[in-house]
């Protein structure tokens, strides 16, 4: 006969753990003295040794118990079918993980000092983006309600990759007077893999965009708007009725967009 000690060693676990286990009527010691004192025997290794790996695997204690109660063929099978489906999506969440993790700290790098209400002409690759259902009241209440659909359905991870989000709104001749109204959608750039479920994309197109950087605010935004109207008359500049309205921080500080943006 093995002391509890020696058994726990020869089994690879603890003390403490045979003790619980004794507690709780999964594994009991093959003798208890008068003194308490718990003695083993050295073939309820193998039984000691498959319940610890159940455990490892994730088997509660009230399932392996079960397990010992049931005499089916297929009810470890069963068991461990659910252990394996549960260690699939804990595999599928880790990579989302990884991929959120490893966008973020590989963005594209951009040095440019920022300059408030400076038109400029910007460059822009095109670039993939999801996006939410369009906005009827515009009210902040609206905003935040698309705003939480739509990252519960895109995955609030993708808060955290760098990647660009922003508005965009419809607004002809970019018009400050219509800003205040105007129907928009969020928008979070995407990969072309990105599992994006129902929710519809929408690419970005390559091309010169004319461009001001601004405080989000109503006011500072329609400022912005008015320069840049100025700008695209003087320089017989044509635009489409799309205002691209992108975040240039991570940090959302108000309707769901940075404290300064790109417009």
Known sequence: MLTIQKFADLAGTTRRTLIFYDQKELFKPKKV?????????????????????????????SEIKSLNEDSRDDSLNDNLKSVLQQINTQMDN???????????????????????????????IPGLFCR?????????????????????QLGKLKLMNKQDSGFLTQLPGSD????STASFC??????????TGDLPLIKKPAGDYVSIDTTNDTKNICISLQILDEYIKKNHIK???????????????????????RL
């Open 33 to 61: 003295m008068d003194n308490g004192y718990r003695y083993y025997d050295y073939d309820q290794l193998y039984e000691a040794t498959f319940i610890l790996e159940l455990r490892r695997l994730g088997l509660s204690i």
């Open 94 to 124: 880790l990579t989302i993980l990884k991929e959120t993790l490893n966008t973020r700290f590989n963005p594209v790098t951009n040095n440019e000092d920022i300059v408030k209400n400076r038109p400029f002409i910007d460059s822009v």
């Open 239 to 261: 635009i489409t009725d799309k205002l691209w309205q992108m975040n240039l921080d991570e940090n959302f500080t108000s309707k769901g967009a940075s404290n300064l943006v």
């Open 186 to 195: 969020i928008l979070k750039k995407v990969s072309a893999r990105t599992d």
């Open 132 to 152: 939410s259902r369009q906005s009827v009241a515009c009210t902040e209440e609206e905003i935040a309600e698309i705003y939480t659909d739509f990252y519960e």
């Open 176 to 179: 400050a007077n219509l800003y």
